[in-house]
Structure formats: structure tokens, C-alpha cells
């Protein structure tokens, strides 16, 4: 079974960054789509980003001007920046491919604690 493995994750201090990666555990074809998503204790899961193809890009209103959302195709891998973080942006971070027939994979999650 095909899974998406986040890495990257842990606690930081607020004002900090971090980089979370992800990769699947075995080959996914024709991917169209590559992103985050985020869903904090209580919450929904919200985008934070996307990548379609390897640069067109759409970011949350939450995490814009903060966020780079990157992708190397060659090892079918995407990547978060995220700088100025902030307390708000604890949460279960998880990536998310989409193919070009719409099957969607997701992963386990990772977390990240912003520590005020």
C-alpha cells in the first residue's frame, strides 16, 4: 500500500522555521498535485499549500508571505519552508498527492509545536 512519509516536524520557538519534507514510500505515477495540509487539536484540516506541477503554487490566507512550498520531481519529494512561525501554527501536518486520474494519498502526519 502506497503511503506518503512526512518528516521534518518537532517543537520550535515561535519567530523560527522549519522544513518538512515527504516522499512516498514506494512509486506514485503521474502526479498532478503535491501539498500540506494542517489540522490543529479541535480544528478542520486547512490547506497551507500546493504545487502543481513543479511550480505553480497556491498557499492558505493563514501561512502566505511565511510558506514555500517546493518540489524536486526527480525523487517525487515536496517540501514546506516555513519561517516567522507562530503559536497558531501547531498542528498535524500532513502531505497530500493527487494524480492525474484524482487518486488522492495522503500520510500519517507529522507534528509541529510553535512554542510561545
Known amino acids: 500500500q502506497v503511503q506518503l512519509v512526512e518528516s521534518g516536524g518537532g517543537v520550535v520557538q515561535a519567530g523560527g522555521s522549519l522544513r518538512l519534507s515527504c516522499a512516498p514510500s514506494?512509486?506514485?505515477?503521474?502526479?498532478?498535485?503535491r501539498g500540506w495540509f494542517r489540522q490543529a487539536p479541535g480544528q478542520e484540516r486547512e490547506l497551507v499549500a500546493t504545487i502543481v506541477g513543479g511550480s505553480i503554487t497556491d498557499y492558505g490566507d493563514s501561512v502566505k508571505g511565511r510558506a514555500t512550498v517546493s518540489v524536486d520531481t526527480a525523487k517525487n519529494m515536496v517540501y514546506l519552508q516555513m519561517n516567522s512561525l507562530k503559536p497558531e501554527d501547531t498542528a498535524v501536518y500532513y502531505c497530500n498527492y493527487r494524480t492525474l486520474r484524482g487518486v488522492g494519498y495522503w500520510g500519517q502526519g507529522t507534528q509541529v509545536t510553535v512554542s510561545s
Open positions: 514506494t512509486t506514485i505515477s503521474n502526479v498532478s498535485i
